[in-house]
């Protein structure tokens, strides 16, 4: 069964850090493009980052302040998030895609999706 299940959402303040989890089953991540999404309440799903074979991407609004990993042996991908900003609260998914997308690509083309983790920023 193929799954991707994302953990270390939370509650934080601004200005601190947070490292979500997405962790695959069923599957191999290692030849995959993996992307982070987030989405508001009220908003529609933006990503937020992508790697691929053809590198990483990054969305302007967390340049320079997100980190997107992975740990191959662990079938797992990271994000670590810092400098963290009240507008950064969304629920964060993880997504997975075969082929590499153009730029972040949209939500739509992408075939695996974990459940989502809370990411609230507020003092």
């Known amino acids: 069964q193929v799954q991707l299940v994302e953990s270390g959402g939370g509650l934080v303040q601004p200005g601190g850090s947070l490292r979500l989890s997405c962790t695959a089953s069923?599957?191999?991540?290692?030849?995959?493009?993996i992307a982070w999404f987030r989405q508001a309440p009220g908003k529609e799903r933006e990503g937020v980052s992508c790697n691929s074979d053809r590198g990483t991407i990054y969305a302007d609004s967390v340049k320079g302040r997100f980190v997107i990993s992975r740990d191959n042996a662990k079938n797992t991908v990271y994000l670590q998030m810092n400098s963290l900003k009240s507008e950064d609260t969304a629920v964060y998914y993880c997504?997975?895609?075969?082929?590499?997308?153009?730029?972040?690509?949209?939500?739509?083309?992408?075939?695996?999706w974990g459940q989502g983790t809370q990411v609230t920023v507020s003092s």
């Open positions: 997504a997975a895609l075969t082929s590499a997308p153009n730029g972040l690509g949209s939500p739509s083309s992408y075939e695996y």
């Open positions: 069923g599957f191999s991540l290692r030849y995959i493009a």
